[in-house]
Every structure is written in structure tokens, then in C-alpha cells.
Antibody, heavy 118, light 107 residues
Framework: QVQLVQSGAEVRKPGASVKVSCKAP????????INWVRQATGQGLEWMGW????????GYAQKFQGRVTMTRDTSIATAYMELRSLRSDDTAVYYC???????????WGQGTLVTVSS | DIQMTQSPSSLSASVGDRVTITCRAS??????LAWFQQKPGKAPKSLIF???RLHSGVPSDFSGSGSGTDFTLTISSLQPEDFATYYC?????????FGQGTKVEIK
């Protein structure tokens, strides 16, 4: 069973930034893309973007362009998602997910609650 | 962007019932369609990829079918642990998009 382990819950004020981490198994880290998906309370799943840990290439949903950055540290098999200029409607659980090109998403992190409140 | 439309948005069913959920893409996506199950307070769980292939460990009561624009998820005999919300997702082209979800409730 592959585990993606995310960082703990965060509270931020409007206008601040948050960086969520996602630690993956080291032996397969560069073999799969990492996607980030968020879910506001009581709402559906919203895809934010992707990152290829091998190349560092990224792609973001239009909605988040300019506010999100996805990075990685291959030495510790960890992916990161930073969201800036936070608003109250960014309050959500943020998930990382491992994606195989051609076989879709197979494993998910446990989720990280980010609360944006003044 | 490819729009994914699921129906119904919710349904009530009994243990042992056969349940079918549909997902329609706004344009053809081949078989690049996944299904996920999510229970309250939990991360989604991957059930099916490539429209019809079960992930390891997923019970054979689950099956998927379809290609192009129309897809279905079928639970052949609903079990108590199957009451959850189900999402489809296309991974044919970026941005990957989800359906709005189908909540399966106990009748």
C-alpha cells in the first residue's frame, strides 16, 4: 500500500500564503506525477494542477494561475503546493494524489485542512 | 475545458440493490475516465481507471464501462460500506476535471 503523507492543518489570515507538503515513497517518487485537488466543506473535488517530480514541470488550472506554485524536493521525496493571496473561499481540504499517465490517480494523501480566517 | 456531468446527483438504495451512476463528458475522452469513492471526512479512494479497470483491492461488485463521452459505474449488489459519494474524473486532457458527485444514501 503506497502512502502519501501530508503536512498538518494550517490557519492563515486573508492575504497570506500557505505551503502544504506531501511525502511519497522514495523509490517511486519520480515515476509518477503529483496532482493537487481541493475540496471545500460540503462541496465536490476541484483539480488544481499537476507536477512531474522527475522534470519539475508543472501545469495549473486557469483558476489558480498566478497564485499557486507546485514544487518538489527529490532528495526527500516530497512535493509541495504553495497557494498565495489566500481568501476565505480558499478554506478547504487540500489533497495530493499520485497519478500514472495512462492509469490515472491511484493513491491519495490523507488531506490537509487549510482555514483562511481573519 | 472538458465538462463532466454525473447523474443522478443523489440516490437512495437498499443493501443488495444494483446501482448505476452515469458520467458524460462534453467531448470525447477515449477511455481516460476514473471513478472514486469518498466517505465523509476521508480522502477519496480510487476505484476504477481506464473506464473499466479495477484498482487493486477493489471488490468485484464494482464495474465500469463506456468510452468516448458516456460512462457508467455499476455496483452490482450494494453493501453497507458502499454508502458514499462517487466522483468521475477525466484524465484525457488538462485540466483534469471531476463530475459533481453522486451521493448514494441508504433507503
Amino acid at each position: 500500500q503506497v502512502q502519501l503523507v501530508q503536512s498538518g492543518a494550517e490557519v492563515r489570515k486573508p492575504g497570506a500564503s500557505v505551503k502544504v507538503s506531501c511525502k511519497a515513497p522514495a523509490d517511486t517518487f519520480t515515476g509518477y506525477d503529483i496532482n493537487w485537488v481541493r475540496q471545500a466543506t460540503g462541496q465536490g473535488l476541484e483539480w488544481m494542477g499537476w507536477m512531474n517530480p522527475h522534470s519539475g514541470n508543472t501545469g495549473y488550472a486557469q483558476k489558480f494561475q498566478g497564485r499557486v506554485t507546485m514544487t518538489r524536493d527529490t532528495s526527500i521525496a516530497t512535493a509541495y503546493m504553495e497557494l498565495r493571496s489566500l481568501r476565505s473561499d480558499d478554506t478547504a481540504v487540500y489533497y495530493c494524489a499520485r497519478v500514472c499517465r495512462g492509469c490515472g490517480t491511484d493513491y491519495w494523501g490523507q488531506g490537509t485542512l487549510v482555514t483562511v480566517s481573519s | 475545458d472538458i465538462q463532466m456531468t454525473q447523474s443522478p446527483s443523489s440516490l437512495s438504495a437498499s443493501v443488495g440493490d444494483r446501482v448505476t451512476i452515469t458520467c458524460r463528458a462534453s467531448q470525447g475522452i477515449g477511455n481516460s475516465l476514473a471513478w472514486f469513492q469518498q466517505k465523509p471526512g476521508k480522502a477519496p479512494k480510487s476505484l476504477i481507471f481506464a473506464a473499466s479497470r479495477l484498482h487493486s483491492g477493489v471488490p468485484s461488485d464494482f464495474s465500469g464501462s463506456g468510452s468516448g463521452t458516456d460512462f457508467t459505474l455499476t455496483i452490482s449488489s450494494l453493501q453497507p460500506e458502499d454508502f458514499a459519494t462517487y466522483y468521475c474524473q477525466q484524465y484525457f486532457s488538462y485540466p483534469f476535471t471531476f463530475g459533481q458527485g453522486t451521493k448514494v444514501e441508504i433507503k
